[in-house]
């Protein structure tokens, strides 16, 4: 079964730090990994994703994520945060022949501080 | 080019009541997703389209749920009689062309307080 985990409920960062969000899967094959945001009574807004190719994948608003296979995890990262980039995180995961079901994490709110 | 749109944004019914939630998908998008979001669940797959045909409805809840898509441009999820317990952030994605590398898209949501 697949299924993604994101450890932390908060990540707390104070503005221009570099912040981490953290991600790992656990899915039969190769995975399919996507980042996603959402800000306050909104939907969620697509940030990135990783199908094959270059481990280092770089998204929207100057995000980037790494997948690293060997310990099933795609953190997601920032060089230098900003407060705007506080919102809600979601990791998912999906498969080939899945037919573009997802598979979400349960998310982490990040809080960047002035 | 418009999103994914949803109404209504906001849904205040009293239990017992029927309540019908609505999407259109993006333009030429063929897969389509229906998800509940809560503080105690986080986001859960309710069901999917691929083409107009549900694929998976293993998520929604119980009978009192269903959903449909008569055509490519429009899909409804009727909760009938509402519960309390249904009260939630409803949101619906779609993609194209509903393969597991492409992009979802998510509307706005709808929020839905049942009294």
């Known amino acids: 079964a697949q299924s993604v985990a994101q450890p932390e409920d908060q990540v707390n960062v104070a503005e221009g730090n570099p912040l981490t969000v953290k991600c790992t899967y656990s899915?039969?094959?190769?995975?399919?990994l996507f980042w996603y945001v959402q800000y306050p009574n909104r939907g969620l807004q697509f940030l990135l994703k990783?199908?094959?190719?270059?481990?280092l994948v770089k998204g929207s608003y100057g995000f980037e994520a790494e997948f690293n296979k060997s310990q099933t995890s795609f953190h997601l990262k920032k060089p230098s945060a900003l407060v705007s980039d506080s919102a809600l995180y979601f990791c998912?995961?999906?498969?080939?022949?899945?037919?573009?079901?997802?598979?979400f994490g349960q998310g982490t709110t990040l809080q960047v501080k002035p | 080019d418009a999103g994914v749109i949803q109404s209504p944004r906001h849904e205040v019914t009293e239990m017992g009541q029927e309540v019908t939630l609505r999407c259109k998908p993006i333009s030429g998008h063929n897969s389509l997703f229906w998800y509940r979001q809560t503080m105690m669940r986080g986001l859960e797959l309710l069901i999917y389209?691929?083409?107009?045909?549900?694929?998976?409805d293993s998520g929604m809840p119980e009978d009192r749920f269903s959903a449909k898509m008569p055509n490519a441009s429009f899909s409804t999820l009727k909760i009938q009689p509402s519960e309390p317990r249904d009260s939630a952030v409803y949101f619906c994605?779609?993609?194209?062309?509903?393969?597991?590398?492409?992009?979802?898209?998510f509307g706005p949501g709808t929020r839905l307080t049942v009294l």
């Open positions: 998912a995961v999906s498969r080939p022949g899945n037919t573009g079901k997802l598979i």
């Open positions: 994605a779609s993609s194209t062309p509903g393969t597991s590398t492409d992009t979802q898209y």
């Open positions: 389209f691929n083409n107009n045909v549900p694929i998976d």
């Open positions: 899915v039969s094959g190769n995975p399919y």
């Open positions: 990783y199908i094959t190719g270059d481990n």
